[in-house]
C-alpha cells in the first residue's frame, strides 16, 4: 500500500524527478519485498551451501567477477584479467572501493578472504568449489595472483557470486570482532547494507549510496522466507510483497496480467536421466539406451508439464555453456524406431527396470519422471519407481546405491563442470565409462586455450551423443512473478541481482 | 447373528450413526470393489489431455466423470482406487497399533512391578517425541512405500491403546474369576489372553474406529510433506497434495479428494461415537 | 509428599533421558548430512574428510556419550546449516510458537466452552446440532487443506488478511484458526459429555434439590468438574498439538520452531533436530508432570503411587 503511494507520488514528481536526475546522482526510492522458499542460514557468506542464503548474500558482498543477464563473465571487483602463464590468472583490482564500515578493498582483503575460506578447519561448505586454488599472491596493492596446481580453465566459474566462498569480505572488521563476526552483522562492498535479520520471518537490507556500481534506485530491500507456493502467490496478489520465486507453470496466464506479471529465463540447470550401465542391466547395451533416447516425448512433457517454459537440449550441457554447439540435435521422439532398436538389442517384449530418484526437488521433478515412465510404457518398458527422500538420496548416490534410470539433476557452464564429474570412469557421480572419452576429457581440461578446448568437447559430443549414456531432457525455466511495475532482470544461474532493479 | 442385528437396530436407532454407516459402506464398497467398476486405467496417463474440469470428454470415448489430473488421470478412478489405498492405510495402521498397544497395555496392567514400569515408560518417552520426527526418522531410513507408511503411522500411534488397556488390566486382574484362574494354576499368557483380552475388547473397537479416521487425516498430511505413499501411488492425501498446485485453474483436483476425506472421517467418527456410546460409555475420555 | 514429588521428577527426567536416546540413534540411521551438505560436485575425498572434521566416523555410542557429556552442560552443539548454537535457534523461536499457541487455543476455548455449556445443558436443541456439526468438521478436515483454503477466501479473493508472516494480530487469526480447529472439536464434545455426566451424578441433584440456581449449578459445580478429564486428555495431547503447528507454520510462513524443525529434519542438521525434541520433550514432560502433581494433591491416595 504505502509503495503503490510512493508510486503514485514519484509520479506526479515526475517532471521534477527527471530534472533532478538529469543533474545529480540518480535518486535511490521505494522499496522491494521479495519471497523465496527459505530463509538465510547465515550473514557470512562462506559459511552456507544454500541458493536462498545466496541471493541475499550477493545484495551485500561481490565477488572479483560477475555474470550478466547474457549469463557472460563481467568485471566486478577486478577490472581485468590474464594468464601470465597457465597456472597463474592475475587480477586487477577496482580502485576506491570501500566496505561498508569505511575499510578499503585491496590486494589484502581478497587474499584474506580466500586464505580463510580454503583453510579446512574453517569448514567452508563450497570449498571445493574453490579448492583448486593453491594460493592467492599479492603482487601490489591491487593486483593480486590466483595460483594453481595444474591449468585451470574454468577459474573464473571459481570466482563468481555462485561460487559462494568466493565473495570478498573485510580482512579489518574480522580481525577486530572475531571470526563470528559476520554471522549476525555482515559487511560488505555491495550495493546493499545490512539493517536487520529476524530469523524465519525477514531479512532487511538498505541502499548504500557509495556502491562503486552506482548507488541503487530501490532504497530497501526485505527478504521473506515462505516455502508454500500458494502462500507465496497470495502474497504477490494481494500486494505483501512485490517478487516472488518458483510460480508453477499453470499460474503464469493468472499472474501474467493486472497488477503483476512473469518474468522466466532458461535456468542453466539441466534435467536428464543418467542410465547405470556399470551394473548388469539391459542399460549396458547402447541400443536400449538409443531405444529410450527415441522413445520419450520430451517435446510433449515440456507442453504440457512446463507450459512451453524452458530449453530443450541436445546434450546434457546447458546451451549456453562454453562449447554448446546450435546444431547439435536430440533423438527425435520416435517410439517405432524405440520398438525396432529394442528388438534388434533383443528385447522385443521390453523388460524392467528401477528408477532412481528425489521428489518435490525441482521443478516439476515428479510430474516429469511420471511422463516419462508412462512413455516407456508404451514401447514395452516397465519401470518401476523408487522415490527417496532428499537425505537419504544424497547419502545413496554416495554409495553408489542408485540402480537403472537416475534423474539427478545437474548444473555448470562448462563441459568440465558437467560431462567430467558425471562421465568420466570413476567419479563418484559417474554411471559410465569409455576410455576414448575420458582422454578427451582429460586433455579439456588441462588448457585454457578456448579454441582447442571447443575442438575437443566437439568430439567429446559426438561420442555423448551415438553412445547415449543420458537422456539429455531440457534446461527448466526460472519462473518469477512481479509486480508489473518492476524492471528486474534474472539470472540463468538463478542467484537474485538487485543491481539495476527500479520500479517504473 | 440375532445378536448382531439387534445390536444394528440399537445403533440404527441414531439416524446420524445411521448416515455414517452408510458413509462408511459406500467407501468399503468403492475399495473393495472399485477395481472392477472404474471407467478408465486410474495409471493410465495423457499428458496432453491433462487437468480437463468434470464432464469432459476423454481421448478414445467416455466421460471423464470428475475430470483429469495433472498428468491426464481419470480423477474419478483414483478417487475410487484411492478409496482402497487410503482405507487399507488406515486400516491396516490402526491393526498394527492396536496389536503393539494392547500388547503393552495387557503385559504392563498385568506386572506392574518392573516390565510394566517400564513398558509405561516407554509410552512416555513415545508421548514426548514429535509425531512428525518419528515418522521422518522411519521414511528416511525405509524410504517412502505404502508398507513402510503403515509401519510409521502403527508404531506410533500405539500409546492411546496401552494406556487404557492397562488401566482396564489394573481393574481386570482384582476381579474374582482372575484371581480363581490364577489360583487354578492357569499359565500367565492363558490369564493374559483368556481372560483379560476379551474384557477390554468394547475399548479397543471404539479406539479403533476413531483412530482409522485419524490415520487418515495423518496419512494425509504426511503426503503433505511428501513423507507419504511414492507419487504415482494414488492415495486420497496425495491427491490434494499434488492437486494444492492447480487449485488456482484446476479446482477439481484437489476438492474432490479433499471432500471424500471429509466425508469418508465424519462418517467414520459418527460410527465410532455411536459405538462408544453403545459399548462403553466410560470411555469418554478416550479421545484421538 | 516430599518424595513422591522427587520419586515423579526422577521418572521424567529419566522420561527425558530416553527421548534423547531415541532420538539421537533414530535420526542418525537415515543417514548424515555430509552429501547434502557439500555441493554435488564435491568428491569422495571430500564428504570423508568433511565426516572426520564432524565427527560422524566416529561409532554411534561414542558420538552420543559426548553429546551427553556436553549436553549435560547445556552446550547441545552448533548447528550444521546455520553454524550457530542449536539450542539457541531453537529457543529463539519459542516466543512465536507460544503466541501462536496461545492464540490458538484462546480462540477454541473461547468457542468450545459456551458451546459445550450451551449443547449439555439443553440437549437435542439447536446449540447441541451446531456443537455436534462443530466438533465433526473440525475434526475431520486435514489441517493443511483448512489452512489453504483459509488464503485462498481471505486473502487471495477477500484481500481481508495478510497470508504470511508475523507481527500484527491480523497475521495470527489465520494461522489460529487453523491450527484451533482440531482442538475446538475434540474439547468441544469431551467437555460436553463430561457436562452430561456431571449434571446427572448425585451430588449435582442434590445442590438442585437445595434450590441452587441453574447458572450457579453449571458454573460453580458441574463445569468445574468437567474441566479435570478435559485438561488430562489435552495435557497428553501436547505433542500432538505441536504437530499441527509444524504444517500452520509452514504454509503460513510464521516464524516458530515448528518450521526450524521441519528444515533441521530435511537437512539432517542433527544438532537442532536433537534440540528441538529435547525442548519439547521437556515441555510435554512438565505438563504431564503438574497434572500428576495436581492429581497427588487432589487424591492422597496416589502419593505412594
Same mark, same amino acid.
Given at each position: 500500500m504505502k509503495r503503490r503511494l510512493a508510486t503514485g507520488l514519484a509520479g506526479a514528481l515526475l517532471c521534477t524527478t527527471a530534472l533532478l536526475a538529469a543533474f545529480g546522482p540518480a535518486v535511490a526510492q521505494e522499496e522491494i519485498v521479495i519471497a523465496q522458499a527459505n530463509d538465510a542460514l547465515t550473514m557470512d557468506p562462506a559459511k552456507h551451501s544454500a541458493f536462498p542464503t545466496a541471493n541475499i548474500m550477493f545484495q551485500l558482498y561481490d565477488a572479483l567477477v560477475t555474470m550478466d543477464g547474457a549469463g557472460q563473465f563481467q568485471p566486478a571487483l577486478a577490472t581485468e584479467w590474464s594468464n601470465p602463464e597457465p597456472t597463474t590468472w592475475r587480477f586487477k583490482l577496482r580502485e576506491g572501493v570501500t566496505f561498508h564500515n569505511g575499510e578499503p578493498f585491496n590486494a589484502a582483503a581478497v587474499k584474506f578472504s580466500f586464505d580463510r575460506a580454503l583453510d579446512p578447519a574453517f569448514q567452508a561448505p563450497y570449498r571445493s568449489r574453490i579448492a583448486?586454488?593453491?594460493?592467492? #599472491?599479492?603482487?601490489?596493492?591491487?593486483?593480486?595472483?590466483?595460483?594453481? @596446481?595444474?591449468?585451470?580453465?574454468?577459474?573464473?566459474?571459481? &570466482?563468481?557470486?555462485? +561460487?559462494?566462498?568466493?565473495?570478498?569480505?573485510?580482512?579489518?572488521?574480522?580481525?577486530?570482532?572475531?571470526?563470528?563476526?559476520?554471522?549476525?552483522?555482515?559487511?560488505?562492498?555491495?550495493?546493499?547494507?545490512?539493517?536487520?535479520?529476524? =530469523?524465519?520471518?525477514?531479512? !532487511?537490507?538498505?541502499?548504500?549510496?557509495?556502491?562503486?556500481?552506482?548507488?541503487?534506485?530501490?532504497?530497501?530491500?526485505?527478504? /521473506?522466507?515462505? =516455502?508454500?507456493?500458494?502462500?507465496?502467490?497470495?502474497? &504477490?496478489?494481494?500486494? $505483501? !510483497?512485490?517478487?516472488?520465486?518458483?510460480?508453477?507453470?499453470?499460474?503464469?496466464?493468472?499472474?501474467?496480467?493486472?497488477?503483476?506479471?512473469?518474468?522466466?529465463?532458461?535456468?542453466?540447470?539441466?534435467?536428464?536421466?543418467?542410465?547405470?550401465?556399470?551394473?548388469?542391466?539391459?542399460?549396458?547395451?547402447?541400443?536400449? /539406451?538409443?531405444?529410450?533416447?527415441?522413445?520419450?516425448? !520430451? @517435446?510433449?512433457?515440456?507442453?504440457?508439464?512446463?507450459?512451453?517454459?524452458?530449453?530443450?537440449?541436445?546434450?546434457?550441457?546447458?546451451?549456453?555453456?562454453?562449447?554448446?554447439?546450435? +546444431?547439435? #540435435?536430440? %533423438?527425435?521422439?520416435?517410439?517405432?524406431?524405440? =520398438?525396432?532398436?529394442?528388438?534388434?538389442?533383443?528385447?522385443?517384449?521390453?523388460?524392467?527396470?528401477?528408477?532412481? +530418484?528425489?521428489?518435490?526437488?525441482?521443478?516439476?521433478?515428479?510430474?516429469?519422471?511420471?511422463?516419462?515412465?508412462?512413455?516407456?510404457?508404451?514401447?514395452?518398458?516397465?519401470?518401476?519407481?523408487?522415490?527417496?527422500?532428499?537425505? !537419504?538420496?544424497?547419502?545413496?548416490?554416495?554409495?553408489? $546405491?542408485? #540402480?537403472?534410470?537416475?534423474?539427478?539433476?545437474?548444473?555448470?557452464?562448462?563441459?568440465?563442470?558437467?560431462?567430467?564429474?558425471?562421465? %568420466?570412469?570413476?567419479?563418484?557421480? +559417474?554411471?559410465?565409462?569409455?576410455?576414448?572419452?575420458?582422454?578427451?576429457?582429460?586433455?579439456? /581440461?588441462?588448457?585454457?586455450?578456448?579454441?582447442?578446448?571447443? @575442438?575437443? %568437447?566437439?568430439?567429446?559430443?559426438?561420442?555423448?551423443?551415438?553412445?547415449?549414456?543420458?537422456?539429455?531432457?531440457?534446461?527448466?525455466?526460472?519462473?518469477?512473478?512481479?509486480?508489473?511495475?518492476?524492471?528486474?532482470?534474472?539470472?540463468?544461474?538463478?542467484?537474485?541481482?538487485?543491481?539495476? @532493479?527500479?520500479?517504473? | 447373528m440375532q445378536g448382531f442385528l439387534a445390536f444394528l437396530r440399537r445403533f440404527a436407532r441414531s439416524k446420524l450413526a445411521l448416515f455414517g454407516l452408510v458413509i462408511v459402506a459406500i467407501v468399503v464398497f468403492a475399495a473393495v470393489f472399485g477395481r472392477w467398476l472404474v471407467p478408465f486405467d486410474p495409471f493410465a496417463q495423457n499428458i496432453l489431455g491433462r487437468l480437463k474440469p468434470p464432464f469432459s470428454e476423454a481421448r478414445n470415448g467416455g466421460i471423464h466423470l470428475l475430470g483429469t489430473e495433472a498428468l491426464g488421470r481419470d480423477v474419478f478412478s483414483r478417487l475410487v482406487i484411492g478409496a482402497q489405498v487410503s482405507l487399507l492405510v488406515g486400516v491396516a495402521s490402526v491393526a498394527l497399533s492396536s496389536v503393539v498397544g494392547i500388547t503393552m497395555g495387557i503385559l504392563a496392567g498385568y506386572e506392574d512391578k518392573y516390565l510394566g514400569r517400564i513398558l509405561m515408560g516407554i509410552t512416555d518417552v513415545q508421548l514426548a517425541i514429535p509425531f512428525l520426527v518419528l515418522a521422518l526418522a522411519v521414511v528416511a531410513v525405509l524410504g517412502p512405500s505404502l508398507f513402510n507408511l503403515i509401519m510409521v503411522l502403527g508404531l506410533t500411534n500405539w500409546v492411546q491403546y496401552a494406556r487404557v488397556v492397562r488401566a482396564e488390566c489394573l481393574v481386570l486382574r482384582e476381579r474374582e474369576y482372575v484371581q480363581a484362574a490364577r489360583a487354578l494354576g492357569a499359565s500367565t499368557p492363558r490369564i493374559l489372553f483368556r481372560h483379560l483380552l476379551p474384557n477390554v475388547m468394547s475399548s479397543v473397537i471404539v479406539i479403533s474406529s476413531l483412530l482409522v479416521a485419524k490415520m487418515i487425516l495423518f496419512e494425509s498430511s504426511l503426503s503433505f510433506l511428501g513423507l507419504g505413499v511414492p507419487p504415482s501411488t494414488p492415495t486420497w492425501g496425495a491427491m490434494i497434495a499434488e492437486g494444492r498446485n492447480y487449485i488456482a485453474n484446476a479446482w477439481w483436483v484437489a476438492a474432490i479428494p479433499g471432500f471424500a476425506i471429509f466425508i469418508t472421517v465424519i462418517g467414520i467418527n459418527l460410527v465410532g461415537d455411536r459405538l462408544r456410546d453403545m459399548l462403553d460409555p466410560r470411555l469418554k475420555q478416550v479421545e484421538n | 509428599m516430599l518424595g513422591y514429588v522427587a520419586s515423579r521428577l526422577i521418572y521424567a527426567i529419566l522420561v527425558v533421558f530416553g527421548v534423547s536416546v531415541a532420538v539421537f540413534f533414530l535420526i542418525r540411521i537415515g543417514g548424515d548430512p555430509s552429501a547434502l551438505f557439500l555441493p554435488p560436485e564435491a568428491s569422495l575425498e571430500d564428504i570423508a574428510a568433511f565426516r572426520t572434521q564432524m565427527g560422524f566416523d566416529r561409532p554411534i555410542v561414542v558420538q552420543y556419550l559426548d553429546f551427553l557429556g556436553r549436553a549435560v552442560q547445556g552446550d547441545f552443539g552448533q548447528s550444521l546449516r546455520y553454524q550457530q548454537p542449536a539450542m539457541q535457534l531453537v529457543l529463539e523461536r519459542v516466543p512465536a510458537t507460544l503466541q501462536l499457541s496461545a492464540a490458538a487455543l484462546a480462540l477454541s476455548l473461547l468457542i468450545s466452552i459456551p458451546l459445550a455449556i450451551l449443547a449439555a445443558t439443553h440437549r437435542g436443541s439447536i446449540f447441541d446440532r451446531v456443537g455436534l456439526v462443530v466438533s465433526l468438521i473440525g475434526q475431520s478436515f486435514p489441517t493443511f487443506w483448512l489452512a489453504i483454503m483459509l488464503i485462498l477466501i481471505f486473502s487471495e479473493h477477500l484481500r481481508m488478511l495478510p497470508p504470511s508472516g508475523r507481527g500484527t494480530w491480523a497475521h495470527l487469526i489465520m494461522p489460529a484458526i487453523a491450527l484451533a480447529a482440531y482442538s475446538t472439536a475434540i474439547i468441544t464434545r469431551l467437555l460436553r459429555s463430561s457436562m452430561i455426566e456431571v449434571l446427572q451424578s448425585d451430588y449435582v441433584r442434590t445442590a438442585r434439590g437445595k434450590g441452587l440456581s441453574q447458572g450457579r449449578v453449571v458454573f460453580r459445580h458441574a463445569l468445574r468438574n468437567a474441566a479435570i478429564p478435559t485438561l488430562t486428555v489435552i495435557g497428553l495431547q501436547v505433542g500432538a498439538l505441536l504437530g499441527g503447528a509444524v504444517i500452520t507454520e509452514e504454509i503460513f510462513a510464521y516464524p516458530g520452531i515448528g518450521r526450524l524443525a521441519i528444515q533441521a529434519i530435511a537437512n539432517r542438521d542433527f544438532t537442532v533436530v536433537q534440540a528441538f525434541v529435547l525442548f519439547m520433550a521437556v515441555l510435554i514432560v512438565s505438563i504431564n508432570l503438574l497434572v500428576d502433581l495436581s492429581y497427588g494433591l487432589l487424591d492422597p491416595r496416589l502419593r505412594k503411587g
Open positions: 583448486a586454488i593453491q594460493s592467492v #599472491e599479492i603482487v601490489d596493492d591491487m593486483t593480486v595472483d590466483f595460483k594453481t @596446481a595444474a591449468p585451470f580453465p574454468t577459474m573464473l566459474f571459481s &570466482l563468481y557470486e555462485a +561460487s559462494f566462498a568466493a565473495l570478498i569480505v573485510p580482512p579489518g572488521y574480522i580481525e577486530a570482532n572475531g571470526p563470528e563476526a559476520l554471522v549476525n552483522a555482515p559487511v560488505g562492498t555491495g550495493p546493499y547494507k545490512f539493517v536487520e535479520w529476524l =530469523k524465519d520471518e525477514r531479512v !532487511v537490507l538498505e541502499a548504500n549510496p557509495d556502491y562503486w556500481g552506482g548507488a541503487p534506485e530501490i532504497e530497501r530491500v526485505t527478504f /521473506r522466507p515462505i =516455502k508454500e507456493v500458494r502462500t507465496r502467490i497470495a502474497e &504477490l496478489t494481494s500486494g $505483501g !510483497v512485490d517478487l516472488i520465486v518458483d510460480v508453477p507453470p499453470e499460474d503464469v496466464a493468472s499472474l501474467d496480467q493486472g497488477d503483476t506479471k512473469i518474468v522466466t529465463k532458461g535456468s542453466d540447470f539441466i534435467y536428464f536421466y543418467a542410465f547405470d550401465t556399470l551394473k548388469e542391466s539391459p542399460l549396458q547395451n547402447k541400443l536400449v /539406451r538409443q531405444a529410450i533416447n527415441y522413445a520419450v516425448d !520430451v @517435446a510433449a512433457i515440456q507442453e504440457a508439464l512446463l507450459g512451453g517454459l524452458g530449453t530443450r537440449v541436445a546434450l546434457t550441457l546447458p546451451t549456453d555453456a562454453f562449447a554448446y554447439d546450435a +546444431s547439435w #540435435e536430440p %533423438y527425435p521422439y520416435d517410439p517405432a524406431k524405440a =520398438k525396432e532398436l529394442l528388438a534388434e538389442a533383443g528385447y522385443p517384449d521390453g523388460f524392467t527396470i528401477p528408477l532412481t +530418484s528425489r521428489q518435490g526437488r525441482y521443478l516439476k521433478d515428479r510430474e516429469i519422471m511420471e511422463a516419462t515412465i508412462g512413455f516407456l510404457a508404451e514401447v514395452g518398458i516397465t519401470v518401476e519407481p523408487n522415490y527417496l527422500e532428499p537425505g !537419504v538420496w544424497a547419502t545413496v548416490s554416495e554409495a553408489k $546405491g542408485r #540402480e537403472g534410470i537416475i534423474f539427478p539433476g545437474w548444473s555448470g557452464r562448462d563441459p568440465d563442470l558437467v560431462w567430467y564429474p558425471l562421465l %568420466y570412469t570413476g567419479q563418484y557421480q +559417474s554411471y559410465y565409462s569409455n576410455p576414448e572419452l575420458d582422454a578427451l576429457l582429460d586433455a579439456g /581440461r588441462k588448457t585454457i586455450d578456448a579454441e582447442e578446448r571447443k @575442438a575437443i %568437447y566437439a568430439q567429446a559430443g559426438a561420442i555423448i551423443k551415438e553412445e547415449a549414456p543420458h537422456l539429455p531432457m531440457l534446461q527448466p525455466p526460472l519462473i518469477y512473478a512481479v509486480d508489473a511495475t518492476l524492471s528486474w532482470e534474472p539470472r540463468t544461474d538463478s542467484i537474485i541481482n538487485l543491481r539495476g @532493479a527500479s520500479f517504473e | - | -
